[in-house]
DNA sequence: TTCGCAATGTAATATCATTACGTTTGTGAG
DNA sequence: CTCACAAACGTAATGATATTACATTGCGAA
């Protein structure tokens, strides 16, 4: 599987800035409705101030979104470009999430798409579970 | 990471029967919705009959959630016990589905886990892209 | 300046999922 | 058998997530 992405570095708008930051503020993965809530002061009124936003930082590499969570996420890397496959650990007690990858992974599944014909575009990693702090703590 | 999985086989109730009827005929996968529509004749009326029957299905391992599409198919396998991690190749064309899995994908991703003392109890695979057929039609 | 494009603002609507509450059904203990 | 309990069910309301549609604004290129 080629790696796929080609992020582009942007300059980023006041919404996409202020998206991004609600973002990196964050302990963990917000909710695009829970960020609308956070940047009410700075004049976010609409869904879609954010999904815009959103979709750009998105196209950036800068943030991930998390399929299973219906969340993003800020990338764990500070210039983010071009990551090829990621994977993520969502721990479900604490909500803390562990972004990372694997060559081993990627190449195989890499190899089932080369082997199926399938033309892979993005793919999707997802551990659901509960974190070492919180099995522990 | 263990498997983890421990799908009790169960007898149907009509609602059950009903919803995975649903989904065999179809030929990839559904949302709720679109379920309770094509039961409506068979006296379904609201969006809980679905999820109720589905999370039966999903417990007893019959049927698969489709994070990435908000959407469930059958399970591929005749009597599906235990599969431990299951992949998911999703075209973006024709909207089908193959299921598969990697041993080497499992235990890579395992490993991980052991390593960051992260309890894994779901995964989620989940690749994007074109299908042979769609590539080449 | 004028055109064109990207970004924005706002409202409405579509889509996905759960909570709440009451009723029915099946089943095992007595 | 029948009572009691648990599982399943029916229905309405609501909550949560995401998109469509349309008007406007800001700004660089011709």
Chains 1, 2 share one sequence.
Not at 10 to 24: F, H, K, M
Not at 77 to 103: L, R, W, Y
Request: proline letters at 3%; aromatic letters at 6%.
């Amino acid at each position: 599987m080629s790696t796929g992405h080609h992020h582009q570095p942007i300059d980023l708008t006041r919404n996409q800035s202020l998206v991004l930051g609600a973002l990196e503020k964050a302990e963990g993965p917000l909710s695009a409705y829970t960020i609308l809530d956070r940047l009410r002061d700075d004049g976010f009124r609409a869904p879609l101030q954010v999904y815009r936003a959103l979709d750009k930082l998105l196209g950036a590499g800068l943030v991930h979104r998390l399929e299973s969570l219906n969340a993003f996420v800020v990338c764990a890397h500070p210039n983010c470009h071009a990551q090829g496959m990621i994977a993520f650990a969502i721990c479900g007690t604490c909500g803390k999430v562990d972004e990372f990858s694997d060559a081993v992974v990627q190449e195989r599944l890499g190899s089932w798409a080369r082997e199926n014909a399938f033309k892979a575009e993005k793919s999707i990693i997802e551990l659901r579970g509960t974190c070492a702090g919180c099995l522990n703590g």
